[in-house]
T-cell receptor, first 115, second 110 residues
Framework: DTGVSQDPRHKITKRGQNVTFRCDPISEHNRLYWYRQTLGQGPEFLTYFQNEAQLEKSRLLSDRFSAERPKGSFSTLEIQRTEQGDSAMYLC?????????????FGSGTQLSVL | GEDVEQSLFLSVREGDSSVINCTYTDSSSTYLYWYKQEPGAGLQLLTYIFSNMDMKQDQRLTVLLNKKDKHLSLRIADTQTGDSAIYFCAENSGNTPLVFGKGTRLSVIA
């Protein structure tokens, strides 16, 4: 399977704990995006990488959130001191980048529930 | 900032056509996209249109773009129960990340 894969699919955690999610993009894709989706809403942009460089961060991304893409391949998104408001589906997407037509290919997401 | 608006629900009978509408505010949008999301899954790219086009057809899907009114629509011909899903309109302008609408939930009645 050469699509975007995310791990884990589901995560249940207690408030105050730290969680980390992983995304493996399509192998030849240079860009990797993180979006967050809550019930009844569309995906909201969090951050994106061009290779290993983090090019843009949304103001939605508080100091408790950090994302890395150390070798320009897989990426991790860490949430520290989780809050109930962090409960959402976290979607990763990748694209070839470098042009105006940003066709994003999404993974199945990680559903986070903070109790 | 950019904003994308969609109606939230649409219900159609199997075999009929579905038309899902979207309006956007960013006049510098270069590409507009339609994505489909089934329950518990990520988003699947269905089709896209470049802003200098007014129509694009791809099998059962027809995209219409009215750039003057900043209005985009997706028509699904001969709608099937497997088309039941949430459909998202998205736009980007140059090098900015995609901005998505809230999605239209399409229910197909057999």
């Amino acid at each position: 399977d050469t699509g975007v894969s995310q791990d884990p699919r589901h995560k249940i955690t207690k408030r105050g704990q730290n969680v980390t999610f992983r995304c493996d993009p399509i192998s030849e894709h240079n860009r990797l995006y993180w979006y967050r989706q809550t019930l009844g809403q569309g995906p909201e942009f969090l951050t994106y990488f061009q290779n290993e460089a983090q090019l843009e961060k949304s103001r939605l991304l508080s100091d408790r959130f950090s994302a890395e893409r150390p070798k320009g391949s897989f990426s991790t998104l860490e949430i520290q001191r989780t809050e109930q408001g962090d409960s959402a589906m976290y979607l990763c997407a990748s694209s070839l980048g470098g042009g105006e037509n940003e066709k994003l290919f999404f993974g199945s997401g990680t559903q986070l529930s903070v109790l | 900032g950019e904003d994308v608006e969609q109606s939230l629900f649409l219900s159609v009978r199997e075999g009929d056509s579905s038309v899902i509408n979207c309006t956007y505010t960013d006049s510098s949008s270069t590409y507009l996209y339609w994505y489909k999301q089934e329950p518990g899954a990520g988003l699947q790219l269905l089709t896209y249109i470049f802003s200098n086009m007014d129509m694009k057809q791809d099998q059962r899907l027809t995209v219409l773009l009215n750039k003057k009114d900043k209005h985009l629509s997706l028509r699904i011909a001969d709608t099937q129960t497997g088309d039941s899903a949430i459909y998202f309109c998205a736009e980007n302008s140059g090098n900015t990340p995609l901005v998505f609408g809230k999605g239209t939930r399409l229910s197909v009645i057999a």
